[in-house]
DNA sequence: GTCGAAGATGATGAGTTCGTCAGATCGGCG
DNA sequence: CGCCGATCTGACGAACTCATCATCTTCGAC
C-alpha cells in the first residue's frame, strides 16, 4: 500500500493511535489524511471532528462495509471522501489524486463592493448595507456586471448583448428591469443613489458620496 | 494634466498621430491609453478598432461635448470609459485608477470539466458533448455542486445543505431534481452515464468509462 | 422468492419571473 | 412655455420553476 503511494510521489507517514495523529497532523501539516476506522483510542467520526477543528486538511476515510449510516455520518463530519475495505493502494492512490486535485483548485470566492452594496457573483447573492437583497437571476445579473464595472457609464446595447446574451431586442426591456432593480435597491431615477441615468449613454453604478 | 499623472506614479508616453501610437503600443503595450479624439490621421472610432485590433488595453477616450451618438458609438466599439473636455488631471487620474482597478480584477473564467460536460461558473452555462444544456437554476446550481466534487460521493443532507441552502426539507425533493437532471443528460437511473446512485449514501458524479 | 426500504419518475398547482404594452415623467431645445 | 424624444414604471398574461404528492421500480437482506 505504502510503496503505491510512493511510486506516486507521495511522502507517507503514518500514526498508530488518532492523538499521535493529531499532534503530527498540528506540527506538519500534510496534504491529504487516509483515517482508518477503527483506532485504539477514538472512534472515528471523533477523530475526524477533532482533526476538523485543526485544520481543513483533506481525509479520506477508510471504513468496513456494512457501514453505510457511518459512512453518512462521516462525510457529513466533513471527510472528503471513503474507501470500503479491503482496498488496492491502486484504488486509493486514484482517490487521493483526486482529493488533491480538488483541493488545489479551491473555488475563489469573487465579491464586488460597491459603497454599501456587496455582490458575491460565485453565490449569486447581493446585500445592501449588510442586509440581503432577494434579486431575480435577470435582476442579479444585471446588478452583477453594472458592479463589475462600476463608475463606468455602459449603454443599453451592452447590456442586451452582454446580459441579456442577444444582440436584437427591445431597450424598453431593459428600462424595466433597471426600474425593478432600482425598487429593490431602495432608491429611484428622481433620485438615485447607486444607479444614475445618464441621458442619451446609458446607465452607471457608482456609490453615493 | 501629465504632472498629475507624474504624481499618481503613471509613466506617461504621448503620441502625437494614430499610426505612431499604434506602432507605440504594439511595440511595448502600456497599462492604459488615452486616446483623444480628432487625431490628423485617423477619427477615433477608426483609431480605437486598430488599438482593438491588436490589444486588449484599456482604453478612455477623450471627447468633445455634444458627441452623445460618438460617445456610445465608441463605448460600444469597446472603450472602456470616456472623458468630456475639458477635464482636470485629477478627473482623469482618477477615471484612470478605475480603469486599471478593473483591469487588474479581470474575471477568471471558472470551467470544470467531467467527461464530455463542461459546466461554466461564471456564466452559468453547461453543455454536454458540444452541444448547450438548457438547465433551470437548481438543476445548474445541482450539477456545479457534483461537478466541482466529481468522482466523489455526495450525501442528499450535503445537496440539501448546500445546494439548497436549508437544514430543514425533504430529501424527496432532491430525487425529483435528479431525475430531472438525468433526463437533461440523456440518461437514467437505469442505465446512467454521469450520474451515479450509490444506495444507502447518495450521489455521484464521474466520466463515463 | 418475499418484503421493506430506498430510489425513480409522472403529475399537479402555487408561486415566480419576465417581456410587452401603455401612460406618466423628465430633460433639453427653441 | 410647448414640443419631442428619452426614460420611468404600473399592469398583465404567458411561460417557467419547483416543492409536493402518488405510484412504480429496484435493491438487498432474509
Excluded: N
Excluded at 55 to 69: F, G, H, L, N
Amino acid at each position: 500500500m505504502i510503496r503505491e503511494l510512493d511510486r506516486r510521489q507521495h511522502a507517507v507517514r503514518s500514526a498508530g493511535c488518532a492523538l499521535d495523529a493529531l499532534r503530527e497532523i498540528a506540527q506538519r501539516p500534510p496534504d491529504a489524511v487516509v483515517l482508518d476506522l477503527g483506532l485504539p483510542d477514538l472512534d472515528g467520526s471523533e477523530a475526524l471532528r477533532m482533526i476538523r477543528g485543526i485544520s481543513d486538511v483533506p481525509v479520506i476515510v477508510a471504513t468496513a462495509r456494512d457501514d453505510e449510516a457511518e459512512i453518512v455520518r462521516l462525510l457529513e463530519a466533513g471527510a472528503d471522501d471513503y474507501l470500503v475495505k479491503p482496498f488496492s493502494g491502486d484504488h486509493l492512490g486514484a482517490r487521493l489524486d483526486a482529493v488533491l486535485r480538488r483541493a488545489r483548485s479551491a473555488p475563489v470566492p469573487q465579491l464586488l463592493f460597491v459603497g454599501g452594496l456587496v455582490v458575491d457573483v460565485s453565490r449569486r447573492e447581493a446585500g445592501l448595507d449588510g442586509s440581503p437583497l432577494s434579486l431575480t437571476r435577470r435582476e442579479f445579473d444585471l446588478l452583477a456586471y453594472l458592479a463589475a464595472r462600476a463608475d463606468r457609464v455602459v449603454t443599453r446595447k451592452e447590456l442586451l448583448s452582454e446580459v441579456w446574451r442577444q444582440a436584437y431586442g427591445d431597450d424598453q426591456t431593459i428600462d424595466v428591469h433597471l426600474s425593478w432593480l432600482r425598487r429593490k435597491l431602495g432608491e429611484s431615477a428622481s433620485s438615485p443613489r447607486y444607479l444614475h441615468t445618464v441621458r442619451g449613454v446609458g446607465v452607471m453604478l457608482s456609490a453615493p458620496r
